[in-house]
């Protein structure tokens, strides 16, 4: 009796130890299998949530919706999901729950413990997001980029991805999924209707300066490098207290507008940067530009967007201005306070062929090494260049520069004097950048630089190379434009027999 017990126990403890064997073999097959490489990807992630979706439990979370693209189920435990793929370590083991062929499911980015939450938040300035496998290798990764409230950045049925205005939690991508961000989300403007509070009336961003030296110019306003104009295009005043203008899509709140109205048609200086401005007519907000251009926002008190404008890099008092159609340009004059003419905001600033010079004003002689020619009122041998009308008209200068670097076109601006036909004009380069009485301008010469004039369109209208020389020796050019030198500068004056060379 007791050899038939014997053996009942046996038996029992083999068919356990099988059993035992079978489910480690399932699990080690489970942790070897490696799914296919498109089998789960992010299908629309939404970084600043508000109404998009809202959970009994979690309220209003950051959501990433996943998606089964492939002919098969996916066990989401096989994946971990992280924000830091330099840190594995960090990522979150996705939960024990099968994704059947084409279905989808939400991830929030909370932090907290629940079945479908991960360990990190989203920012909503932009990161990258990285599914791993099982053997913590890396498979599918998205670059999401910076989001304002309530918009997604969605999957295409091609695969690629874009902006949504309308998100889909947990369904297919039905909304407009454009390649420009939205300015807003369309949950917000049903919010607007149901019960946000009201919208400000349009004030438009109409000028930009992001690199200031002379284009602003007033009492209580000396140390402004950056600016910016808004217009008030309705017929009654607008308060612009509480306004934000920034360079972040997402700072809708920042808030960063004093106490103060735009009154109709009026327009508005706005100082930007941390230099104190008392001028009138003029605010002072804490927010820089770039002079290699950005993006600019416009937000009223309640996060509308009022504008928003794209604007390129700027040389010094260069101005990219809006014309009356709503199109922008360049203006070599910035009108701070006023509208620019649009026939003085131009396409584009690169130089167009240089203007024959010779029926125009051009530049006729070049002193760099000054030691024996004229004096200054100062008393100093500075560096000059003399400027000739060989036209039949007079020549208004204004908006003609001069340069010595052929990529800073408005280095220095020409006063605002007409050349008479026949007649010079004699600058001193001297850097003493001064109109009153004799006219010096802002920097000096050297050898190998390039002295450039500028008509009042941005034509590259003359230039002459500046070769070493010895001192005392111009330069200018011969009736045929050819480079000659001369022993005997002649300022104001027509320009003596050249020499032949000027070493």
């Known amino acids: 009796m007791m050899k038939k017990i014997n053996n009942r126990i046996r038996g029992l403890w083999l068919l356990l130890c099988v059993l035992a064997v079978c489910t480690a073999c399932e699990k080690a097959e489970e942790l070897l299998y490696t799914p296919p490489a498109d089998a789960l990807c992010i299908n629309e992630v939404v970084t600043s949530n508000q109404l998009s979706l809202l959970d009994e ?60 939450c991960v360990a990190f938040s989203l920012k909503k300035t932009g990161e990258t997001l990285t599914i791993l496998n099982a053997h913590m290798e890396e498979g599918f990764s998205l670059t999401v980029p910076p989001l304002i409230r309530d918009v997604s950045y969605a999957r295409r049925a091609d695969g690629t991805y874009g902006y949504c205005d309308l998100p889909t939690p947990g369904e297919v991508n039905t909304g407009s999924i454009t390649a420009e961000p939205p300015l807003s989300s369309q949950l917000m403007k049903q919010e607007e209707v149901e019960e946000a509070p009201p919208r400000s009336p349009d004030i438009l961003i109409t000028e930009i300066v992001s690199k200031n030296k002379t284009s602003l110019s007033a009492v209580g306003c000396e140390g402004c490098t950056e ?65 290699r251009g950005e993006e600019l926002y416009l937000f009223d008190a309640n996060g509308y967007t009022l504008d928003h404008v794209a604007f390129p890099a700027l040389s010094a008092d260069v101005a990219w201005a809006k014309r009356t159609g709503g199109s922008w340009g360049y203006c070599l004059r910035p009108t701070p306070g006023a509208a620019p003419r649009d026939e003085d905001i131009l396409q584009d600033l690169s130089p167009t062929a240089m203007v024959d010079p010779f029926h125009g004003l051009h530049i006729h002689e070049a002193l760099y090494r000054n030691e024996r020619s004229i004096l200054d009122e100062d008393g100093d041998h500075s560096d000059f260049v003399e400027l000739m009308n060989a ?50 301008a802002s920097f000096s010469l050297g050898a190998g630089e390039t002295l450039v004039l500028y008509d009042s369109v ?26 000659v030198f001369y022993s005997h500068p002649t300022p104001l004056e027509e320009n003596g027999h050249p020499m032949s060379t000027g070493k």
């Open 458 to 483: 941005g034509r590259c209208f003359d230039t002459l190379p500046i070769p070493e020389t010895e001192k005392n020796v111009s330069i200018g050019r011969d009736d045929w434009g050819n480079i």
């Open 227 to 291: 600016w910016v104009e808004l217009y008030n295009p309705n017929d009654v005043p607008v308060p612009l207290t509480g306004f934000t203008l920034t360079d972040d899509m997402t700072e809708a709140e920042k808030q960063n507008f004093p106490e103060v109205e735009l009154a109709p048609g009026a327009y508005l200086i706005v100082c930007c940067g941390r230099k104190a401005c008392s001028a009138e007519g003029h605010v002072r907000i804490d927010q820089g530009l770039s002079s």
């Open 391 to 440: 036209g039949s008209e007079p020549i208004s200068l204004s908006g003609w520069y001069l340069s010595d670097n052929p990529e800073k076109m408005t280095k220095w601006p020409l006063p605002d004097v007409a050349v008479a036909p026949g007649d010079f004009l004699l600058v001193f380069l001297s850097g003493k950048d001064r109109t009153e009485g004799e006219l010096h």
């Open 57 to 116: 439990v979690y309220g209003s979370p950051d959501w990433i919706e996943l998606y089964n693209g492939s002919d098969s189920s996916v066990h989401l435990r096989n994946y971990y999901i992280t924000d830091n793929v330099e840190a594995p370590q960090k990522a979150t083991q996705l939960p024990d729950v099968v994704l059947s062929p084409g279905e989808y499911y939400l991830l929030y980015a909370n932090k907290k413990d629940g079945a479908n």
